[in-house]
């Protein structure tokens, strides 16, 4: 048996959804800048897509811009933001992704401020409030769900400071678009970020919602595609694949949830019956926290460093955020920004509407063999 509960790092296509973009393969090879009729066939499929992306999070059409996925969309609007919109000054937390963390890196001339978290990952909105009271030109940017533990971060708070004090208002949503609904006609957003492949559509394709307001130059130069804000012909399959992947992710949305915060509960609370000293990385509370994303913190045991790799072996696929567990030298740096421990292995579970309560019980099986006699007293 195999299991898959890596679902945070990207999800399987859903079957409508190849079918979608088989369909468009065979039938849609137009060029969409060409004006004869297979060109504007194809180019009506992508603002179709348009037209129900917008529609699904309630925006207007001409504030989605197709992008290659979440990274690029991050990095438009905080290069946009820098050197388009006048912002000086940046202020995040030190457990974003690193598309976007990277990205304010980049940016060399512009302060830089970081939001207090608390040991479960939320940030201090009376923090957030003080350091936006300064008066600058301040762009805000944080996470909807934290990647790696989970936390979700209340956007309509954070929006109205944004707007009670001038600032824009970045959200990496690319965690839970398709997961929650999300409203931007009650919610004041200036950008938000999404990738396909989190929601059961195919990689290297995404968007950027920018508010309508707003006017930035290109990352990509090129030709006058997506209203000349991204040049290059566009991933007509990967759009039309996507809209529908979308589309089936907000139909019957609170039963996806129901089922998978099922499952997440059904395993912590199964690993706390046979894994003595375990914990968890990020807020339990089901409301504080994405539905699909389970960080569990193993109790010391000898082999750590191998726990990823002796799942794989037995069959099931999860990640891991720290040393111990990925292999990599410096650890994870969402746990280093909520004081987490790097030394104790840690591994993240994610869930999907795909997977099975028996697969669970399949993992629990695997994850006891891995830990049997080997816990460091």
Same mark, same amino acid.
């Given at each position: 048996?195999?299991?898959?509960?890596?679902?945070?790092?990207?999800?399987?296509?859903?079957?409508?959804?190849?079918?979608?973009?088989?369909?468009?393969?065979?039938?849609?090879?137009?060029?969409?800048?060409?004006?004869?009729?297979?060109?504007?066939?194809?180019?009506?499929?992508?603002?179709?897509?348009?037209?129900?992306?917008?529609?699904?999070?309630?925006?207007?059409?001409?504030?989605?811009?197709?992008?290659?996925?979440?990274?690029?969309?991050?990095?438009?609007?905080?290069?946009?933001?820098?050197?388009?919109?006048?912002?000086?000054?940046?202020?995040?937390?030190?457990?974003?992704?690193?598309?976007?963390?990277?990205?304010?890196?980049?940016?060399?001339?512009?302060?830089?401020?970081?939001?207090?978290?608390?040991?479960?990952?939320?940030?201090? !909105?009376?923090?957030?409030? =003080?350091? %936006?009271?300064?008066?600058?030109?301040?762009?805000?940017? /944080?996470?909807? @769900? +934290?990647? &790696?533990?989970?936390?979700?971060?209340?956007?309509?708070?954070?929006?109205?400071?944004?707007?009670?004090?001038?600032?824009?208002?970045?959200?990496?949503?690319?965690?839970?678009?398709?997961?929650?609904?999300?409203?931007?006609?009650?919610?004041?957003?200036?950008?938000?970020?999404?990738?396909?492949?989190?929601?059961?559509?195919?990689?290297?394709?995404?968007?950027?919602?920018?508010?309508?307001?707003?006017?930035?130059?290109?990352?990509?130069?090129?030709?006058?595609?997506?209203?000349? !804000?991204?040049?290059?012909? =566009?991933? %007509?399959?990967?759009?039309?694949?996507?809209?529908?992947? /979308?589309?089936? @992710? +907000?139909? &019957?949305?609170?039963?996806?949830?129901?089922?998978?915060?099922?499952?997440?509960?059904?395993?912590?609370?199964?690993?706390?019956?046979?894994?003595?000293?375990?914990?968890?990385?990020?807020?339990?509370?089901?409301?504080?926290?994405?539905?699909?994303?389970?960080?569990?913190?193993?109790?010391?045991?000898?082999?750590?460093?191998?726990?990823?790799?002796?799942?794989?072996?037995?069959?099931?696929?999860?990640?891991?955020?720290?040393?111990?567990?990925?292999?990599?030298?410096?650890?994870?740096?969402?746990?280093?920004?909520?004081?987490?421990?790097?030394?104790?292995?840690?591994?993240?579970?994610?869930?999907?509407?795909?997977?099975?309560?028996?697969?669970?019980?399949?993992?629990?099986?695997?994850?006891?063999?891995?830990?049997?006699?080997?816990?460091?007293?």
């Amino acid at each position: 048996m195999r299991v898959y509960l890596d679902n945070a790092a990207t999800t399987p296509m859903a079957p409508e959804v190849i079918e979608v973009m088989t369909e468009v393969m065979k039938n849609n090879f137009g060029n969409p800048s060409s004006q004869h009729s297979f060109g504007r066939e194809s180019k009506a499929i992508i603002e179709h897509a348009r037209r129900s992306i917008a529609q699904l999070i309630h925006s207007e059409p001409k504030e989605i811009i197709f992008t290659s996925g979440g990274t690029e969309a991050d990095n438009m609007a905080i290069t946009g933001s820098v050197n388009d919109l006048g912002v000086t000054r940046i202020i995040s937390s030190p457990i974003e992704h690193h598309a976007v963390g990277h990205s304010i890196d980049a940016q060399k001339k512009i302060k830089y401020d970081q939001v207090k978290l608390s040991s479960t990952g939320q940030i201090d !909105l009376k923090h957030l409030e =003080e350091l %936006l009271k300064t008066g600058e030109k301040t762009l805000v940017s /944080l996470m909807h @769900a +934290n990647n &790696e533990i989970g936390t979700l971060l209340d956007l309509k708070a954070v929006s109205e400071l944004c707007k009670k004090y001038g600032a824009l208002f970045h959200s990496d949503t690319v965690q839970t678009m398709g997961h929650y609904p999300i409203n931007l006609k009650e919610i004041q957003i200036d950008f938000i970020t999404c990738a396909a492949h989190k929601f059961h559509g195919p990689k290297g394709i995404g968007f950027l919602y920018m508010n309508k307001n707003l006017k930035i130059t290109p990352v990509i130069h090129g030709g006058s595609q997506e209203r000349g !804000l991204r040049g290059g012909t =566009e991933n %007509l399959i990967g759009i039309a694949g996507m809209a529908k992947a /979308l589309e089936i @992710a +907000n139909h &019957e949305i609170s039963e996806h949830q129901h089922y998978v915060q099922g499952l997440k509960s059904y395993m912590m609370e199964q690993l706390k019956k046979r894994v003595p000293g375990v914990d968890f990385y990020g807020e339990t509370d089901p409301s504080k926290s994405l539905y699909t994303v389970l960080n569990v913190k193993f109790p010391d045991f000898e082999n750590k460093s191998m726990m990823l790799f002796l799942l794989d072996l037995d069959g099931v696929a999860c990640s891991g955020g720290s040393a111990c567990t990925s292999g990599a030298s410096t650890g994870s740096h969402v746990l280093r920004g909520i004081n987490g421990d790097n030394n104790k292995p840690n591994v993240r579970f994610s869930f999907s509407r795909y997977t099975k309560k028996e697969e669970i019980d399949y993992a629990l099986e695997k994850i006891e063999k891995v830990l049997a006699g080997q816990l460091v007293k």
